[in-house]
């Protein structure tokens, strides 16, 4: 029982990594439908930043800003440089240019920092607690803090502000916000701003909560996020959030009692091709 | 006479919103037949559901004498329907030519032969030839679809529509963006393609187009069917001139 | 011919003959497929499975690999050639790691060892080895391209290229979007899974890990490079990407980062690749081989 707990709390917070990663991709798959793989470059290079910030300063909560803050600069180039000017070309075109910038990237983290894993041994100081006997350390606990508060800062955002309003026209259709006068051209950037920064946000909680910040650390989240998009139904912030969620639980729970003979990876996959049998759009998805 | 197109009580909605609704017609064979309506009556969704681009939610349509809702493009096109797109939609990296010998391709696309069989056909292309004639495009044949301004684009959708809509041709705006003389040469062009036995559905923004050109019309207001008859009795039908032609009134100088 | 320049020219012939299916998927079809190494590698582990177990003769398995190649792309493509555009990419790069790790975690593929011990191909009682082996590769790889030629002649390709320039359109003139794009895909797959059969028999020894992502990765690449949807783009390509790592052999530490920029380069400012339309290339090609007018 103790066990199946601890695997639970486990379980959520991997999901609730997932998650926020995957935000950053369903947020700018709705608004651009384009497959953001850089994305976890960006997680990476995020975690990279506060490492380093963090070495040097010392103070947690200034790694964490600077971090975001970088993360939300390389993803705003992203989109400036790469995303916008191929967006009339077949989808392919700027998905093979994501995977591109994606793998250079990850050699670039490489060559910069070595091939050698980064200790993050920073402190979050949230409060640990007890469930059912069982004791939530600090980094667990804050890791549940952190993703509920950026979900509800999401959900503000998206239903309750103007902004909100205009990401949602805007995901809708390009072309119909523009002529309402919507500047979509900055409701995009403010996406890839927000999804960004959220990506490092991950990347660095991760870093910390596994105490390792590696160059190749963006390629388990980079594919699977992928899977979990789908699943959600592309574009749904709700299904990302419990397709993460539903596999953060699934993986821990199979690997702590049954003896699979396939990685995480691969079950992600198979798990998503079984729902698009069974739901070609998605758990939350519309046709 | 058995009806070659009918449509009874179709209703299509996407996410909530009514975008046809309950509407019923009969179209007789040989007729130029007209739908209009203004902007966002359901016209082009009439279009898409009658050719299968989606299925109705509810209601029937019967084309020839089937039942054909729910079947999917490529099986309308195989029965004889052709169609032409509001916004043009040609094969662009082909020559004008190899858009209309691809529509000529009908009669191999579901059969295994299309592996093995050369769509370098003379008589094939001859046939393609013929149709650009018709339509006035002979010229150009061999340039790229994708370079071409849109009244030659719209006659090029016109031809593919005619290799393959040997029953039944549907023309979505093809008059629109066109300069006076090409409206009169394509008004002359339809009215050619009725005599030689097919019938036509078209879609007109241009009021004075569609009354010239129409036997029978029915106006969509809001996805329903406002009127339908005969265009003196369509241009004298209070409700038409109430919601139709008092905005266009209104709106239509752009 | 040395043996070095043996071997680089006959992983580049094997690589064209996968490039090559990738090619009909992608430019003939405008299907996005990220997996293709999953159906080179079916191709391989099919051929060393029939040349080690059932004791087969390349001749005899050949025709077999390529079928089972092609179902086993039919199986896959149905169901995410139904859904969405954007899922096919997606399902493709599960396919990917699905079967990298089915080969990997399965003793019956040999697990993590892989599968060594293929026997020499023999023909008419000679062992082919070193030209023999090359020219045999040269020669499948002459045939796919006649037959990637004859798809832009005949009506099947005519229907996949009308898909791929306006798939609405396209249904409206009686092809069926589903019909030809799988036909595309399993065209593809039966072309990667033929490669695959030539890679095994001249690696001898296989593994898992030579069907890894990051392959299907430099596939795309080589498509790409090359020019999609060109009859001699996936060629070039694999030429290019087969030279490149040998002239950069000194910045050994640097490649990947080079490759993955120059991919970058090429798709973000000339998405057709070097022979497609608008491309320099393109252009000096012609004027040394004039296209005759039509």
């Known amino acids: 029982m103790q066990m199946l707990i601890e695997q639970l709390l486990n379980g959520i917070a991997t999901g609730s990594i997932y998650a926020l990663v995957t935000l950053g991709l369903t947020l700018v798959y709705g608004i651009l439908r384009i497959l953001h793989i850089a994305h976890a470059a960006v997680y990476t290079i995020g975690a990279y930043i506060g490492v380093w910030s963090f070495q040097l300063t010392g103070s947690l909560g200034l790694s964490l800003l600077v971090g975001m803050g970088a993360a939300a600069v390389l993803g705003v180039a992203i989109e400036r440089f790469v995303y916008f000017p191929l967006l009339r070309h077949p989808p392919f075109v700027p998905l093979i240019a994501s995977i591109a910038v994606f793998l250079s990237m990850e050699e670039f983290c490489r060559l910069i920092a070595g091939p050698q894993i980064l200790t993050f041994p920073a402190r979050l100081p949230f409060p640990s607690f007890r469930i059912a006997g069982v004791q939530v350390n600090e980094t667990l606990s804050a890791i549940y803090c952190i993703t509920a508060l950026v979900l509800v800062f999401l959900w503000f955002l998206t239903t309750r502000t103007e902004l909100g309003l205009a990401m949602r026209a805007t995901a809708q259709d390009i072309a119909v916000a523009d002529a309402m006068g919507i500047d979509t051209h900055r409701i995009i950037s403010i996406t890839f701003i927000i999804g960004s920064a959220i990506a490092a946000l991950a990347g660095m909680l991760v870093g910390i909560y596994y105490n390792q910040v590696y160059p190749t650390m963006g390629a388990i989240p980079a594919y699977k996020t992928l899977a979990l998009i789908v699943v959600g139904g592309l574009g749904s912030i709700p299904g990302a959030v419990v397709a993460s969620l539903l596999l953060g639980l699934a993986e821990t729970l199979l690997i702590g009692y049954a003896a699979i003979p396939l990685p995480r990876d691969a079950l992600a996959f198979i798990a998503m091709i079984a729902v698009l049998m069974w739901r070609s759009e998605g758990l939350f998805g519309s046709k | 006479m058995n009806p070659i197109l009918e449509l009874d009580h179709v209703s299509k909605s996407f996410g909530g919103l009514k975008a046809v609704d309950r509407v019923s017609f009969r179209i007789e064979p040989g007729e130029i037949f007209g739908l209009l309506g203004p902007n966002g009556a359901g016209k082009t969704v009439c279009f898409n559901l009658i050719s299968g681009v989606f299925p109705p939610n509810e209601g029937s349509i019967f084309f020839d004498g089937m039942r054909t809702d729910g079947l999917p493009s490529h099986r309308m096109a195989k029965l004889g329907l052709g169609r032409t797109f509001q916004i043009v939609k040609p094969f662009s990296n082909v020559t004008v030519l190899e858009n209309v010998v691809a529509a000529l391709g009908i009669s191999r696309y579901d059969r295994l032969t299309a592996i093995w069989s050369s769509r370098m056909d003379k008589r094939i292309r001859s046939k393609a030839m013929e149709l650009l004639e018709q339509v006035g495009l002979t010229g150009i044949a061999h340039r790229k679809a994708g370079l071409l301004p849109l009244g030659n684009l719209r006659r090029l959708e016109i031809a593919r529509a005619l290799a393959v809509g040997t029953k039944l041709i549907l023309l979505d705006e093809s008059f629109s963006g066109l300069r006076h003389e090409e409206i009169l040469q394509l008004e002359s062009l339809v009215r050619q393609i009725r005599d030689a036995g097919r019938t036509i559905l078209l879609i007109e923004h241009n009021m004075k187009v569609a009354m010239g050109l129409c036997e029978r019309i029915v106006v969509l207001d809001h996805g329903r069917v406002l009127a339908q008859g005969s265009p003196e009795e369509i241009r004298s039908n209070p409700a038409v001139i109430e919601a139709y032609l008092g905005k266009q009134g209104g709106s239509h100088a752009a | ?294």
């Open chain 3, 1 to 294: 011919m040395s043996g070095y320049l043996l071997t680089l020219a006959t992983i580049m012939a094997i690589n064209a003959i996968a490039a090559c299916g990738l090619n009909v998927i992608v430019g003939f079809a405008g299907q996005i497929s990220l997996g293709h190494a999953a159906f080179f590698g079916i191709g391989a582990y099919a051929a060393a499975l029939l040349a080690t177990k059932a004791g087969m003769s390349f001749w005899a398995a050949l025709p077999l690999v390529v079928l089972i190649s092609g179902m086993i792309g039919l199986l896959l493509g149905l169901p995410s050639l139904r859904v969405r555009e954007d899922f096919l990419a997606i399902t493709t790069i599960g396919i990917n790691f699905i079967v990298e790790a089915v080969f990997n975690n399965f003793e019956w593929f040999g697990g993590a060892l892989g599968i060594g011990g293929i026997p020499r191909i023999v023909f008419f009682g000679i062992k082919l080895r070193n030209e023999g082996f090359l020219l045999l590769v040269l020669t499948a790889l002459v045939l796919v391209m006649f037959l990637c030629w004859w798809l832009t002649r005949c009506w099947a390709g005519m229907a996949c290229f009308a898909l791929r320039e306006e798939e609405t359109a396209a249904a409206s003139i009686g092809i069926s979007p589903v019909r030809f794009k799988l036909l595309a895909f399993v065209i593809g797959t039966a072309m990667a899974g033929l490669a695959g059969a030539f890679y095994a028999y001249f690696m001898r020894f296989i593994a898992a890990s030579d069907f890894s992502f990051p392959i299907s990765v430099s596939m795309l690449s080589m498509v790409v490079l090359g020019g999609i949807g060109t009859l001699w783009g996936p060629v070039l390509g694999a030429v290019i990407l087969g030279i490149l790592p040998e002239v950069f052999r000194p910045l050994i530490d640097y490649r990947i980062l080079f490759y993955t920029i120059l991919l970058l380069m090429m798709i973000r400012f000339q998405p057709g690749g070097l022979l497609g339309e608008t491309s320099a290339v393109r252009r000096l090609f012609n004027r040394w081989i004039p296209v005759p007018a039509p």
